[in-house]
């Protein structure tokens, strides 16, 4: 079956501070991952895509990694601010032709000042 | 920049009544989804339409639901007979047709609904 699996559930961190989320999937055939951010309320937004090809990608205070052959990815937030405090939700997409979209359950992340 | 609108941001309704929930993609996008979430759980792919067709739909997206491009800008959502289980919030998105699988899908804030 395929699944998104995001670790951790939720994670709170001082402002300034760094943290590392992670996201294991299952998904096959695999078109490409993706990290988005969701502010509650709000739609989810897009921060990076990687094909298979791709290992590493970078958005600003944002860089996401992926390694294809054990279906791991992660995302890094450096110096980390008051407003990244959302839902980081790890998105895979299985098919190329119409870019269905696995979303992952997310983590959700709290900085405090 | 461009954004994806959707209208209403709440919609209540009566168990069995009829619902569209109405979506402004990006103008020169055109691939177009469907996605709900129920409260508390993750996001849920329902629908993509493609060159007004669907191109792909998932388990949930049964007889009780369609989606009509009616002009050039719309993009709705119909469900007939809503059933309490419907309650969640809707999501459409939109991305560009250059590179499928590398463009960025679109959300927008989404629909809340709420069946009583």
């Known amino acids: 079956k395929n699944q998104v699996e995001q670790s951790p559930q939720s994670l709170i961190i001082l402002e300034g501070k760094n943290c590392t989320l992670q996201?294991?999937?299952?998904?096959?055939?695999?078109?490409?991952l993706r990290w988005y951010k969701q502010d509650t309320g709000r739609g989810p937004v897009s921060l990076t895509i990687m094909t298979f090809s791709e290992n590493t990608k970078s958005n600003g205070r944002y860089t996401a990694t992926l390694d294809a052959d054990t279906k791991q990815s992660s995302l890094h937030i450096t110096a980390s601010q008051l407003s990244d405090s959302a839902s980081y939700i790890c998105?895979?997409?299985?098919?190329?032709?119409?870019?269905?979209?696995?979303f992952g359950t997310g983590t959700r992340l709290q900085v405090f000042p | 920049e461009p954004e994806v609108t959707q209208t209403p941001s709440h919609q209540v309704t009566q168990m069995g009544q009829e619902v569209i929930l109405r979506c402004v993609p990006i103008s020169n996008h055109l691939y177009f989804y469907w996605y709900r979430q129920i409260l508390g759980q993750k996001v849920e792919f329902l629908v993509s339409?493609?060159?007004?067709?669907?191109?792909?739909k998932s388990e949930i997206f049964d007889d009780q639901f369609s989606v009509e491009r009616p002009d050039g800008s719309n993009f709705t959502l119909k469900i007939r007979s809503t059933k309490l289980e419907d309650s969640a919030m809707y999501f459409c998105?939109?991305?560009?047709?250059?590179?499928?699988?590398?463009?960025?899908?679109?959300f927008g804030d989404g629909t809340r609904l709420s069946i009583l």
């Open positions: 998105v895979v997409s299985g098919n190329y032709n119409t870019d269905k979209l696995i």
């Open positions: 996201c294991n999937y299952t998904v096959s055939p695999f078109s490409n």
């Open positions: 339409f493609y060159n007004n067709e669907i191109s792909e």
């Open positions: 998105a939109s991305s560009a047709p250059q590179g499928l699988g590398n463009q960025p899908q679109h």
